[in-house]
Nanobody, 129 residues
Framework: QLQIVESGGGLVQPGGSLRLSCVVS????????IGWFRQAPGKEREGVSC????????QYTDSVKGRFTISRDDAKNTVYLEMNSLKPEDTAVYYC??????????????????????RGQGTQVTVSS
């Protein structure tokens, strides 16, 4: 059973930064495409970013391009989401998700992250002054 645990959320002022972490365990890390999606109160889930099992391909939703960076550390079975220049509209619960087609595809879809096979419990990010 794959386990996903997110951390790193919190309260930050507009323009600030946070780094989210996603630790994956229970199955070989390189089997998976990893993505992040978010859900704000009263809104639908929104795919934010994804990274392939090799780390060679990443994708971002338009609203975070140039501000967020996804990366993975295979030695730690961890994916990071570095979030800079945060805006109030980034406020949401952020979820890490894993898709089991990591050995099949050399690309990923950030938009599809809410539909990946596994997800964690989420971490709250609040951007407010």
């Amino acid at each position: 059973q794959l386990q996903i645990v997110e951390s790193g959320g919190g309260l930050v002022q507009p323009g600030g930064s946070l780094r989210l972490s996603c630790v994956v365990s229970g199955s070989p890390f390189d089997f998976y495409i990893i993505g992040w999606f978010r859900q704000a109160p009263g809104k639908e889930r929104e795919g934010v970013s994804c990274i392939t099992n090799t780390g060679r391909y990443t994708q971002y939703t338009d609203s975070v391009k140039g501000r967020f960076t996804i990366s993975r550390d295979d030695a730690k079975n961890t994916v990071y989401l570095e979030m800079n220049s945060l805006k109030p509209e980034d406020t949401a619960v952020y979820y890490c998700a894993a898709d089991s087609q990591g050995l099949t595809y050399n690309f990923c879809s950030a938009e599809a992250a809410p539909s990946y096979d596994y997800r964690g419990q989420g971490t709250q990010v609040t951007v407010s002054s």
